[in-house]
């Protein structure tokens, strides 16, 4: 069994890229499983998928706790604790980012037990389909090319047949399939051995509930603006910026902000909770000034 | 996607059903959406629109309006696909009694997701087990491929002449629902010999034909009647499923039955299970046999009718037995273990130890160690049940949740 566990965020192709990913393994002969974990999530959210290969049939399900492979579309997610993007990972898991960051900076910066595989993929998405943050195809390569057990003519008609489905047409495919040559072409392989975990395992360490009184017993929640907690800040692809010098102060973007994160201050300006702001650019859009700039979020450190 | 013969090719479970109807060359799909059967009618809709698919489509206002529309459908002489999940089955509960009543042949699909509340997305029992008195015929599915096929099979059991019953194929969420393996497409030209295009075996709602099938009786003995009449009939299906699948099987090469025996011959230890964790059971099983243990699976497909002979043969001599239950009746336990113990109960050859385990709650996984831990328990005296897959890991993440929620509190009460 290989195990591959893909990370990004809602809108960037990663459950298409698991697909593809999964049709190619099925394509080359290998009994092939891919599966996306998502749940009342959008557009920005961190989202994981995972796809298993094996010379036998898969008899497992759900989510992948040890994976050999991490595919890591979106660099920032590393920096987000609840994205868990080397859980379950050590010293022998395989871990690529898309960044502009060499791998010995990527790992010092973020603290990897290894060298991870490092490409700009977004870069080449940019030249080919001039969507730098669509990784579902070139993502697909990078873990076609990382097993090493993918022919490249697999991977193209793996693309074809999931891009296919009357939701591209045939010059969007074409650049598609050039992009995945050339990622193909760039990244690495790796002749990854195919492990049965025979390993012995233990057993669980089950506990016994007590009965407790229905206030500890019933799903209460007490907490009050526990949202404040939960920072989406970094869900944002592109980023809401003020321009001061040409608003007005109409607080028309206080008003249609959906998340209430944007508040007006002491002298009726209005000011974005970037913490929390998940970058649906709703106030861009309805600013009837024109004075709120959108910029690309760039990369969490430079 | 062009029908191709006979092609192997990546489905999710719900893209299987969605492929079920296709080529069952349904009629009439009434349909609601809901989380996670969504891209099931989603996909069904797009193909009626590129016209792959003839008939009609309608989007209803309700499951319960879905349910009483297919059914009124199904009583007007076509063929009916309808699906739903959790919340929306519970929703539509009323009809779904009500058009059983009816005796009429139509298929559903429910793809399990755990009820509120708490609310979640995540598959367990206890949405389809509310169907069980229903007397709808059940079939659980592990596998893409079984979803599918048991689709074209349930067409054939519900329209059988002797049985005129609605029947439901179950799938888990999340771990089939949105999980895409191989499965075998069969050819529609195959599927039509098999499943020919729907003639109603019984009267139909026809102009200038006038007639009822929602009846009101008075006097119980007349009540009892058409129930027991339903109770004879649904019990039939256990008959009738076994001379279909034999006979899907001899044309399509794959074979079902009511349960599936999984290294049961010389089994030690037997894990009952059902639908999608099953594979999870399987691989347990592989790795124990492996270490030398004698593990088996007994997998049930049929739920209702609930092959209680079949059970009892299957799970004969067999010492040990965990029945893991994917549901909670809360103040009595699970809810098929009752009824495995029904089936074994006058036996002789019965197991010694059957033990009621409860796992897998709101999609809570169950791993390998859970099944050494049953194993554990099989090996003790027979003593408090159920045993609850929940350990450690899980208590401490709920410490955390609950933190977050604002505890420990002084409860403020009026």
Excluded at chain 2, 199 to 221: D, N, W
Aim: negative net charge; contains cysteine; aromatic residues 8%.
């Amino acid at each position: 069994m290989l195990r591959i566990r893909l990370h990004g965020r809602g809108g960037q192709g990663i459950k298409t890229a698991s697909q593809i990913l999964g049709t190619a393994a099925h394509l080359a002969g290998y009994q092939a499983q891919d599966f996306p974990l998502y749940g009342a999530e959008r557009r920005g959210a961190p989202i994981a998928a995972y796809a298993r290969f094996s010379k036998n049939i898969v008899l497992e399900r759900g989510p992948i706790a040890q994976p050999d492979i991490v595919l890591i579309g979106d660099e920032t997610l590393l920096s987000d604790p609840m994205a868990a993007v080397t859980q379950g990972t050590d010293a022998s898991t395989l871990i690529f980012i898309n960044s502009r960051h060499t791998s010995h900076d990527l790992k010092q910066h973020y603290q990897l037990e290894s060298l991870p595989v490092q490409l700009d993929i977004s870069e080449l998405c940019q030249k080919y389909i001039q969507k730098p943050m669509i990784l579902s195809t070139a993502l697909a390569a990078v873990g076609a090319r990382l097993m090493g057990r993918i022919d490249l003519h697999h991977l193209l008609q793996a693309i074809r047949e999931e891009l296919g489905q009357g939701r591209l047409g045939p010059e969007k495919i074409a650049a598609n399939l050039k992009l995945a040559e050339e990622v193909f072409q760039k990244a690495p392989s790796f002749d990854l051995e195919f492990s049965e975990s025979d390993a012995g395992f233990s057993a669980s360490r089950l506990v016994t509930l007590e009965r407790r009184p229905p206030v500890d017993s019933a799903p209460l929640i007490f907490a009050t603006g526990n949202m404040a907690l939960r920072k989406t800040g970094n869900w944002r692809t592109h980023r809401p910026v003020i321009n001061y010098e040409e608003c007005n102060g109409c607080a028309i973007c206080y008003a249609r902000c959906p998340e209430g994160d944007i508040r007006m201050d002491t002298n009726d300006k209005p000011v974005i909770d970037y913490d929390h702001c998940k970058g649906c650019l709703i106030c861009a859009t309805e600013c009837p000034k024109h004075a709120i700039e959108i910029l690309r979020e760039v990369e969490s450190w430079n | 996607m062009e029908l191709t013969r006979n092609k192997q090719i990546m489905l999710t479970g719900n893209k299987a059903a969605a492929w079920g109807a296709r080529l069952a060359g349904v009629d009439y799909v009434p349909a609601f959406p809901i989380t996670p059967q969504t891209e099931i009618v989603e996909t069904l809709a797009q193909w009626f629109a590129d016209g792959h698919m003839h008939g009609k489509y309608t989007n209803m206002d309700s499951e319960h309006s879905m349910f009483m529309a297919a059914g009124a459908a199904a009583a007007s002489g076509v063929r009916v696909f309808t699906a739903s999940s959790s919340q929306g089955i519970l929703y539509g509960l009323e009809a779904l009694h009500t058009i059983a009543g009816w005796r009429v042949p139509l298929v559903l699909v429910n793809v399990s997701r755990a009820l509120a509340t708490p609310i979640t997305l995540e598959p367990d029992h206890n949405d389809v087990l509310s169907l069980r008195d229903t007397g709808i015929i059940q079939l659980h599915a592990e596998t893409a491929q079984e979803v599918l096929d048991y689709i074209l099979m349930a067409y054939r059991i519900a329209e059988d002449p002797e049985v005129c019953l609605p029947v439901l194929v179950n799938l888990d969420g999340f771990y089939l629902s949105f999980t895409r393996e191989p499965v075998v497409l069969p050819d529609e030209a195959e599927v039509r010999e098999f499943l020919p295009l729907f003639k109603p075996s019984q009267p139909v709602f026809q102009a200038s034909e006038p007639m009822a099938r929602a009846s009101a009786v008075f006097g119980g003995g007349n009540y009892s009647y058409f129930k027991i009449q339903h109770h004879l009939a649904a019990q039939n299906v256990v008959n009738v499923y076994q001379k279909i699948t034999q006979e899907f099987g001899e044309r399509f090469g794959r074979f079902y039955d009511a349960v599936e025996r999984y290294r049961l011959d010389d089994a030690e230890y037997v894990f009952v299970m059902s639908n999608s964790f099953a594979t999870k059971g399987k691989a347990a099983v592989q790795h124990l046999r492996k270490n030398g243990i004698k593990a088996g699976l007994l997998k049930l497909s049929l739920l209702r009718p609930f092959p209680s002979q079949i059970i009892a043969d299957a799970l004969a001599h067999r010492p040990k037995v965990a029945v893991i239950d994917q549901n909670l009746a809360p103040g009595m336990g699970g809810i098929l273990y009752p009824e495995i113990l029904k089936a074994v109960y006058r036996r002789e050859d019965r197991p010694q130890h059957l033990l009621s385990v409860i796992g897998g709650l709101g999609g809570r996984d169950i791993q390998e160690g859970d099944f050494i831990s049953i194993l554990q328990r099989l090996d003790e005296a027979p003593g408090d049940d159920p045993l609850f897959l929940f350990d450690e890991k899980d208590l401490k993440q709920f410490d955390q949740l609950r933190q977050i929620a604002g505890f420990p509190r002084e409860a403020r009460i009026p």
